[in-house]
């Protein structure tokens, strides 16, 4: 579709929902990855309409939570989430997204053929039919989006249609390419994809539109985009898939020992720009470029997620260096990018235009942007407590360096007292654990005064690729498993404050379809208790691991929130750097 033909679809889109809903009415958007979606999104939005997008991960229980505190009036959904919308009982009306966006070409309608001399986007129509729509007052909602519930269910925030401009603004000019093509693959719900959107449309650019994370790597052959936007757990996937196949012949084998090097050589050097890499390197990156999908592409954002020391510097490796983008739902998307010219590995670069940032006493990272959230639906307490004077608390520690770069040192919500009141890091200790036990995920849980935190713990199969982990069943360790013993071991000089009270093992992956796992691969240690704390076994002081009968009438089992998280896996066994040790940061655009 061109950029002509997309408006009038929009048009003819947004005359089909006039018919069906009201002038006003907040429309929740549930689907997968789809052409549709943004045409429906752009229809509701020109036409005055809020929209509510949901993942489609979500839990039933979060899906009729988020209705419920929005009041919205209908859903437009895909054909795999109708049952959903009929089925959690909210009164919504339903509008099949396949019927409401009927694009040209499919089913019995005639491909698109407008008159060769139309202008893409001047035409007396188009001027006529935008002048036409109502006018939404900048400081009224535009989307309320879900978190990704990392530390706890999952809240409702309000976008303005100011603060949606602000952000777009703030980030248009970042591409190397005047009109880039982009594809859209991350979760249809998540702040990075829902800007993609309005970006798309501010710059001109070409989005094409795949089968999402699962056909990812069909899908960037077929686009071969110019910016690439992915989560670390993706690069990781496209560096881990790089170097298994590597390994299948000895000349392979020579040039993926050579990446390595270079990569090593990056971390310590620890900026992007500097790494002289030789033939052998060269050789590997444009074999993957060309394996990858990824020959066209001129800029690689890390987003959604913090992206360890070791995948950056092995795609500097490759000469395909990776900018971090740093940010939050709360901002509406970016708070920080690195520079093009080459920033610190550990750092999430400079504020973006419109954005100030400051650092509190206690090294909290404050922000203040045109592009902040104006508060959590229905949670006046948490508004009040995540914008106080004017400045959003994002619960990020952090410190700003010479250069003016942001570099984070880890979440707030890591920190615990130990027994002697001493302030304690979580992550060090949930990272040195993964690093023991990888291929795995780990993550704590607050438990009642005086009796430790809950550590949970999954051992995941060797040799399954990163994105399959979601069909990984799990399964409880029995106690007289050896890895007791070493979880022990382990416990007993890492834990030297000796916060860990309650442990629990599994063979497997914790999963996005329980909830245990968020829409970007982060564990989410609150809702893990919530399913698993039958599983727990007290840990003494002493040697020796005693089983305890656990249930949710003993401790710990009252409603806990997350401590931290930890990344779902360390890519291929090797150790991670001081910097991985800083994950588990709020719901964020990287």
Sequence with gaps: LTWHETAYLVF??????DDEIGARDTVVLLADTNVR????????????????????????????RAVSLTGAAAAIADSGQRDRVRGIGAGLSLIDLEEVVRLPGSGHLPHPSLP????????????????????????????????????????????????????????????????????????????????????????????????????????????????????????????????RQAGSTPAGRRLAVSVQGTADKATGLGRTGMTRRPVSARLFGRAIRRQAGLTKVRDVFSGTAPAPVEILAWWEAIGMPVRNVYGQTEVTGATSITSLRGSRFT????????????????????????????????????????????????????????????????????????????????????ASITRH????????????????????????????????LEHVGLRSVAQDDPRWAQLAGLLAHADEHKIIGWAAIFDGAFTQSTGEVGPTGKTRGWRIHELRRQ????????????????????????????????????????????SESTHGRKDATR
């Excluded at 003819?12 to 929902?17: F, M, N, P, Y």
């Excluded at 020109?46 to 899906?63: F, N």
């Excluded at 993550?443 to 935190?453: E, V």
């Design 37 to 64: 979606y943004p045409v429906a999104e752009l229809a509701l939005a020109l036409s005055g309409r809020v929209i509510q997008p949901v993942y489609v991960s979500s839990t039933d229980e979060d899906l009729r």
């Design 535 to 578: 599983h727990l076994v007290k840990l003494p002081a002493g040697e020796q691991l005693r089983a305890v009968q656990a249930s949710p009438q003993q401790p710990p089992g009252s409603p806990l929130a997350a401590v931290t998280d930890s990344p779902r896996t360390r890519r291929r066994g090797r150790r991670p750097t001081a």
């Design 437 to 468: 036990f990888s291929p795995a995920s780990a993550a704590c849980a607050a438990s009642p005064a005086d009796a430790g935190l809950c550590l949970y713990l999954a051992v995941h199969p060797p040799g399954i690729p990163i994105l399959e």
């Design 347 to 430: 750092g999430v670069g400079t504020p973006v235009r419109g954005t100030d940032v400051q650092i509190t006493p206690d090294g909290e990272l404050l922000v203040r942007s045109l592009s902040a959230f104006t508060g959590y639906v229905g949670e006046p307490e948490a508004t009040a407590a995540t914008l106080a004077d004017a400045w959003l608390h994002t619960g990020d520690r952090a410190y700003i360096d010479d250069t003016g770069d942001i570099v984070l040192l880890g979440r707030v919500q890591a920190m615990t007292c130990g027994p002697g009141g001493e302030s304690v890091d979580t992550a060090p200790l949930l």
């Design 116 to 243: 060769p001399d139309l202008a893409p986007s001047g035409t007396t129509a188009v001027l006529r039919w935008l002048r036409e729509l109502p006018r939404r007052p900048g400081h009224l909602p535009l989307l309320y989006l879900q978190s990704t519930g990392t530390t706890g269910p999952a809240k409702v925030i309000e976008i303005s249609e100011a603060a949606l401009i602000a952000a777009v603004s703030a980030v248009r000019d970042e591409s190397s390419h005047p009109f880039p093509r982009l594809l859209s693959f991350l979760p249809t719900a998540h702040v990075s994809e829902r800007l993609l959107t309005y970006l798309s449309v501010a710059a001109a650019g070409h989005t094409w539109f795949g089968g999402g994370l699962e056909n990812i790597a069909a899908d960037l052959k077929a686009c071969r985009p110019t910016v690439l936007l992915a989560p670390p757990l993706l690069l990781d996937a496209i560096g881990e898939q790089a170097m």
């Design 12 to 17: 003819a889109t947004a005359k089909r929902l």
